[in-house]
């Protein structure tokens, strides 16, 4: 089954919240009971849209329950709420590749972070080969597949085992428990990932991947079988909203440049082709996974973690948009949201 077969799908288009008015920005999020007042709204009109198509490209993903749905928001005191299946777990996909280019960034730095793997919306599906191509082998940005594979390749490690121990430790970190990986998923795609080969041994031609290409896409698999449930998103967002520290462990796990500039490329291109149409509606640097996590970030406020399986048709959760639309208009979340000084 080719992921072509879901951008003829469903076209949710409009988010369902043109009618709800931006609160403004304060700077602050409001107390904790409108929190989860207007949680539990978020969720129940969320919950009346049935669009969207479950991912089975990668086999096992098919059999996730379609209705199976979530929302936790973390605020950077380590508060917590949560409402629906926030402790349903589900395979973390493309969201661990804003995590792991952090990681990347706490390593190599700022600079050849962005000189090696790039921060600009290729415009083109998260798997594309034709993107690297036409960007004469440069793998575009860290949130599709050329980019998060060349990303996962140039952690630092001697061998892909150090690598994997690299990636699951820092991505455990952030989400302050230690994450196991689901076999059965990391199995599934590794018997269907020949695209993601080929992708890695084309980077390898044009000299973007120096270790072995087959074994950078197996560390990358596995860190996309990496379980987390709605609730870990969050506090993974949050840890990215609080300038690098764990706000539930207290933590410090990337500094606050590296946080920054990781939420920089999330609000480029973390919603596959869609994130123009995501920051005009919801104003915040997201990343989503075809399991249907979705982890949004409000810089110095929360983040917010969903799960809901079916996807529109460029990969993203339906409900999961939907929910954290709400919320960012109703927190008044909006980055770009002002009111007059005056
Ligand atoms: N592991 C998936 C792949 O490489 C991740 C895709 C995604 O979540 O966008 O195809």
Same mark, same amino acid.
């Given at each position: 089954m080719r992921w072509e077969r879901y951008r003829d799908g469903m076209h949710p288009g409009d988010y369902d919240v043109a009618d709800i008015a931006q609160a403004s920005e304060t700077g602050r999020v +409001? /107390? !904790?009971a409108r929190i989860d007042d207007l949680l539990d709204s978020a969720y129940r009109r969320a919950l009346t849209h049935r669009e969207g198509t479950v991912a089975?490209?990668? +086999?096992i993903l098919g059999r996730a329950d379609p209705e199976a749905f979530g929302v936790s928001v973390v605020d950077v005191d380590g508060g917590i709420h949560s409402v629906g299946d926030t402790a349903t777990r589900f395979s973390i996909q493309s969201i661990s590749k804003a995590f792991v280019y952090a990681l990347l960034c706490e390593a190599v730095g700022h600079t050849d972070a962005y000189?090696? *793997?790039g921060v600009n919306?290729?415009?083109a599906p998260f798997n594309s080969v034709v993107a690297i191509e036409l960007n004469g082998g440069h793998p575009g940005n860290p949130m599709v597949n050329a980019g998060a594979i060349a990303t996962t390749a140039l952690i630092p490690g001697g061998s892909a085992a150090e690598k994997w121990d690299a990636v699951h430790a820092g991505l455990s970190r952030f989400a302050g428990r230690a994450? !196991?990986? !689901?076999?059965?998923?990391?199995r599934s795609e590794s018997e269907t990932n020949q695209r993601n080969r080929a992708i890695a041994t084309l980077?390898?031609?044009y000299d973007r991947i120096r270790c072995d290409p087959l074994e950078a896409v197996d560390v990358y698999t596995r860190q996309?079988?990496?379980l987390v449930d709605a609730r870990d998103l969050a506090v993974m967002g949050a840890t990215l909203a609080d300038g690098g520290v764990n706000p539930v462990t207290g933590e410090r796990v990337v500094s606050a440049e590296v946080a920054r500039d990781t939420l920089a490329v999330m609000a480029a291109s973390g919603l596959y082709e869609r994130s123009g149409e995501w920051l005009f509606e919801i104003g915040m640097p997201g990343k989503s996974? *075809? /399991?249907g996590g979705l982890v949004t970030i409000a810089p110095g406020k929360v983040g917010i973690g969903a799960y809901a399986p079916p996807l529109d048709s460029a990969g993203n959760s339906v409900r999961g948009q939907i929910a954290t639309a709400y919320l960012s208009r109703a927190l008044g979340l909006n980055i770009f949201a002002s009111a007059s000084h005056a």
């Open positions: +409001p /107390a !904790d089975d490209y990668i +086999p000189r090696i *793997v919306n290729t415009g994450l !196991d990986v !689901d076999d059965e998923v990391y980077l390898q031609s996309c079988s990496l996974g *075809v /399991a």
